[in-house]
């Protein structure tokens, strides 16, 4: 495999990713009636900005190239809220799910160093 090959490779799960949760945070701000049926009842309705604001600058951080690290931090842990708030009020956690496992495999991807053991001397 040339080296395009290998770079188109490891970024193809990251616009993934990007795009998935860029949509994702759109169609929060719009706050269509799913939305306020299924936020409201879990009292998140008033942070529904928020939470699509804080979606778009993580995924932008996890874009760039410098702040990757913190970005894929950040979206393990919102992700990680995502599938605990599905858990807690019954809903299937497929969706949060499959995103946190993209954001894993695009991270691993473009860093395989963020996964390799560190020895202590």
Known sequence: ????????VRWVP????????????????SSPPSIV????????????GLLATMELLFTILFLYPRTM?????????????AMATEMVSGNAMIAPTIIFSL???AAFLRKPILFREVSVR
Do not use: D, H, R
């Open 37 to 48: 049926e299924l936020f409201t009842p879990l009292g998140l309705m008033p942070y529904v």
């Open 103 to 105: 954001v894993w495999i």
């Open 1 to 8: 495999m040339t080296s395009k090959t290998k770079n188109i």
């Open 69 to 81: 690290k913190i970005g894929f931090l950040l979206l393990t842990a919102y992700l990680g809220g």
């Open 14 to 29: 990251s616009v993934l990713v990007a795009t998935l949760l860029s949509m994702s945070a759109a169609y929060k701000l």
